[in-house]
């Protein structure tokens, strides 16, 4: 049996900040707890918009608090996003999440995270067996 606390979590390396300050992410769950995923718990930050394409992992999220909406590069198309609502991306759209209101998040990945990702330029992860574990949380 595993047990954290979220606020605990947060003064911990389990807390993940991005680089241009858009969102953090509390990494509760990640691949070595032995699961098939991993769980966090991220803040998308009031007015940024945040580019992001998971190529290599399928993700649901939910929105627990706050608004805002995903637009899918693709098609161009946008979701407002609400809490109560899901999006999943699993065709691994490539979208920017925008937050009018600052948005707490659960969200899902499969295969787990590590904890050592970082996001890449296209808004991606590197596939989980080329994950660098050089590079900072």
């Not at 241009?20 to 032995?34: F, K, Q, V």
């Not at 759209?93 to 995270?113: N, Q, Y």
């Not at 904890?115 to 330029?121: A, D, I, L, S, Y």
């Amino acid at each position: 049996m595993i047990v954290r606390n979220l606020e605990e979590a947060r003064q911990t390396d389990r807390l993940v900040t991005a680089e241009n300050g858009n969102w953090d992410s509390t990494r509760l769950s990640l691949a070595d707890d032995g699961g098939n995923c991993s769980f966090h718990v991220t803040r998308i930050y009031e007015g940024t918009e945040t580019h992001i394409h998971y190529k290599h992992h399928f993700e649901a999220v939910f929105c627990m608090e706050g608004e805002g909406e995903v637009e899918t590069l693709a098609d161009g198309k946008i979701w407002p996003i609400k809490p109560g609502d899901i999006y999943i991306l699993d065709q691994h759209d490539e979208h920017l999440l925008r937050a009018s209101k600052t948005m707490h998040l659960a969200c899902v990945f499969t295969p787990g995270l590590t904890g050592k990702e970082v996001h890449r330029e296209d808004g991606s992860y590197a596939p989980a067996d080329e994950a660098d574990d050089s590079q900072p949380l």
